[in-house]
């Protein structure tokens, strides 16, 4: 069996396959047996996820990600722990490989600090009790609450929390933050919460390397607020963190509509990309999902980010529309963002409808008479947005909303 040390965490795999994922300060963020495939968030969550399938396409799969109840959690740890008493048993056949060289480093040229830590995180996993566990959870939800979504290239961005919830919160295809008032921080307590997510995260700091602004909108927060909040995190947090980078979302509808020095300002600051969800560019789409967006404002808006040095990521709502709007869907879609003349440093995000159980989607359609697309139907329009946008400088990539987990 072997240890793999990385930076800010490690993954031990065992002969007959099984993994168990720790972060730095030994806390299990997967373990992966057969058929069990189990993820934890650091909110204390535990999702039993589907088994890929081989050559299958993506999206296609049965919606079996699960949430584990506190009985399956329990025997899962216990699993593990047997594991990991296995691994550290006199005699056991544990070798442990350097994270500098991942492929051919074995114990016997492992820096003598690098296996001591290897063997301080699997005693440290060990001892952590399933209590332990929970009160972790508790810690990290009063500090960032419940994380409903990340953009896939920000999963591993230390999340701070500036503007809780979503201003607007209406749109009928979303219940993200139906959970939380809006609400926007004031800098001391950002900075607060920035000092206590180091603490938190302790020796898995490493692991982020780049910050995002939760939740909804990083930029409702006033411009002189938000450039505080800014310069505070380069003097609160070390510099790998920020070494990608500053993100946030931001719903150009309701958030008062920068001027291109402000923004220039926060560029200078470390703000790199803003995460737009257009959905769709067809007007009467756009009126179904009940989303007021102006495709003049929005352009402008992707034209002085860029003019101010922020790249932007588009995010595409595929299979929400209903079957009588799909055409238009795709086309004006695609016409939009071609129109954009999006640069290598942007993205577009394709992100299959996840049907919302609170928000009134279905009965929308039903009583409007209208159809929605089947899981086949929305695999083949991701297939169709992803081919009618080939060719086109942005990167273009999938961003699958279930099964999200902030680890
Ligand atoms: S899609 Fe965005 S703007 Fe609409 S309710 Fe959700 S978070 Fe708010």
């Keep these: 069996m ?6 800010g965490e490690a993954n031990l795999t065992i002969d007959d396959g099984c993994q168990i994922l720790l972060d730095g300060e030994g806390r299990i963020t997967g373990y992966y047996e057969e058929a069990l495939r189990i993820r934890r968030a650091y909110d204390d969550r535990w999702l039993r996820l589907p088994r890929p399938e081989r050559g299958g396409r993506s999206g296609n799969q049965p919606e079996v990600v699960r949430e584990l109840p ?3 959690i329990t025997g899962v740890l216990a699993r593990i722990r047997g594991r990991l008493e296995a691994a550290l048993a006199p005699g056991s056949a544990l070798e442990i490989a350097a994270s500098s060289l991942p492929n051919s480093s074995r114990s016997d040229d492992v820096p003598r600090d690098e296996q001591e830590e290897g063997i301080r995180l699997l005693r440290q996993s060990l001892s952590t009790t399933r209590e332990a566990y929970r009160t972790d959870g508790q810690r990290f939800r009063s500090l960032v609450g419940r994380i409903p979504v990340l953009p896939p290239d920000r999963y591993r961005s230390l999340y701070l929390v500036v503007a809780p919830g979503c201003r607007y919160n209406r749109c009928l295809f979303c219940e993200l933050y139906r959970d939380r008032p809006f609400a926007t921080f004031p800098p001391l307590e950002v900075q607060r919460r920035a000092r206590e997510l180091v603490s938190f ?3 898995a700091l490493p ?8 939740d909804a909108s990083g930029l409702a927060v006033p ?16 510099p790998r963190v920020l070494r ?31 995460y737009i969800g257009l959905e769709s560019a067809s007007p009467e789409v756009l009126s179904f999902y009940r989303k007021p967006h102006s495709l003049e404002i929005l352009a402008a808006e992707v034209r002085k980010a860029r003019a101010a040095g922020i790249a932007t990521a588009l995010m595409i709502l595929a299979g929400g529309a209903p079957r009588e709007m799909q055409e238009s869907h795709l086309e004006e879609t695609l016409r939009f963002l071609r129109s954009l003349d999006l640069e290598a440093e942007d993205r577009i995000f394709l992100s299959p409808l996840v049907i919302p159980e609170a928000t009134g989607f279905r009965e929308e359609v ?8 089947d899981a086949e139907e929305i695999v083949d329009e991701v297939d169709r947005l992803t081919a009618g946008l080939a060719g086109i400088t942005a990167k273009v990539s999938r961003y699958q909303l279930k099964g999200f987990l902030y680890r």
Excluded: A, N, W, Y
């Design 244 to 274: 990608d980078g500053i993100h946030t979302f931001v719903d150009v509808f309701v958030t008062r509509s920068r001027h291109e020095r402000e923004l220039r300002r926060l560029s200078e600051l470390g703000l790199r990309r803003l």
């Design 207 to 214: 692991t982020r390397t780049s910050v995002f602004l939760g």
């Design 201 to 203: 995260f302790g020796r």
């Design 223 to 238: 411009q002189e607020d938000l450039e505080s909040i800014l310069r505070s995190l380069h003097e609160v947090l070390p």
């Design 2 to 7: 072997i240890l793999q040390m990385k930076t």
């Design 70 to 72: 506190e009985g399956e």
């Design 366 to 373: 039903e009583r409007r008479g209208l159809s929605l697309l």
